[in-house]
Nanobody
Framework: QIHLVESGGGLVQAGGSLSLSCAAS????????MGWFRQAPGKEREFVAD????????GYLDSVKGRFTISRDNAKNTITLQMNSLQPEDTAIYYC???????????????WGQGTQVTVSS
């Protein structure tokens, strides 16, 4: 079982920045690919970014490439999503996810955090 806790959401104006963090814990925690999904009102959840255990493999949703950066600190079991040049269409609940069956990329999110709200005003 992996327990994920997000922090760092909030309200920001268009063009602004926010940083989301996710702390992972659990008695059976093993190195896992981790990442972020989001869900906007009235829309399905979508993949945003992921990062492998080494920190050298990662992927991004096309619409966030060049604006968002994912990183991880294995010593602290945390990942961070730095979001720059935020736009109103980035407004969503952002969920931290982990896939302990993979060390490279999220294949199937097995564990989810409770989510953190990001609101970008125009």
């Amino acid at each position: 079982q992996i327990h994920l806790v997000e922090s760092g959401g909030g309200l920001v104006q268009a063009g602004g920045s926010l940083s989301l963090s996710c702390a992972a814990s659990g008695r059976t925690f093993t190195p896992s690919a981790m990442g972020w999904f989001r869900q906007a009102p009235g829309k399905e959840r979508e993949f945003v970014a992921d990062i492998g255990v080494s920190g050298r493999s990662y992927g991004y949703l096309d619409s966030v490439k060049g604006r968002f950066t994912i990183s991880r600190d294995n010593a602290k079991n945390t990942i961070t999503l730095q979001m720059n040049s935020l736009q109103p269409e980035d407004t969503a609940i952002y969920y931290c996810v982990a896939d302990p069956t993979s060390e490279v990329t999220i294949r199937t999110p097995r564990f989810w955090g409770q989510g953190t709200q990001v609101t970008v005003s125009s």
